[in-house]
């Protein structure tokens, strides 16, 4: 699939996986448990079928993966930090970035960032879910955060998720939509202007 896409002109791809978000969740985690799945076996073989398919990547093509925790009619359906899985993923998945989501406290701190080589991480630390604007010297104290963990220069700010992961929509109006993506552009100028 990957050679198909790259002959018909594809030269970014962009996997959206709900599997590692579910995999971050304390109470799915038990869940599996219970049924006697081990996490951390599934985890490594996961990865090893995504390096599997990453052989087929062109040099010049980037692959990057969105870890997405859910964003139907602006809610959620997995929470908790990205520790989990920040080792067996993060250090050993070699894609070109990461999308990850950082809109509220239901993600965790920075810390498992610590286990990014060089692969871009993009901060999805404006919501997609709710119009309210967020506060810019907030998100610009949380880039900094995140920068004690991978280097400015491998850092980007976006929306958690996308406005409309189904038909359905966000709870938001299409100009509330273009609000947050002025707001990302805004901030994104200030903090990496001079980086």
């Known amino acids: 699939t990957i050679r198909t896409f790259y002959k018909t002109g594809c030269r970014y791809l962009q996997f959206d996986d709900t599997s590692w978000g579910e995999f971050c969740d304390p ?38 993966m969105h870890i997405c925790r859910g964003n139907f009619r602006s809610t ?12 067996i993923l993060f250090a050993n ?11 509220s406290e239901r993600s965790g701190g ?3 960032l610590r286990f990014i080589k060089d692969q871009t991480v993009v901060l999805g630390l404006i919501t997609s879910k709710f119009p309210e604007l967020e ?3 907030a998100v610009k104290a949380r880039i900094a955060e995140a920068a004690k963990y991978v280097p ?20 938001m109006t299409e100009e509330e939509q273009w609000a947050k993506v002025r707001l990302v552009v805004e901030i994104a100028r200030e903090v990496w202007q001079d980086a």
């Open 93 to 103: 998945c070699p894609v070109d970035g990461f999308f990850l989501e950082y809109d």
């Open 27 to 64: 109470d799915k985690r038990k869940a599996y448990e219970a049924r006697g799945l081990d996490l951390d076996k599934i985890e490594k073989n996961y990865v090893k079928m995504i390096n599997l398919a990453l052989e087929a990547k062109p040099a010049d093509m980037k692959i990057t």
């Open 76 to 87: 959620w359906f997995s929470s908790g930090g990205y520790e989990p899985i920040a080792e």
């Open 152 to 171: 400015l220069v491998q850092l980007c700010l976006s929306p958690q998720c996308g406005f409309s992961s189904t038909e359905e929509g966000n709870i």
């Open 110 to 112: 920075f810390e498992p």
């Open 135 to 137: 506060d810019k010297e």
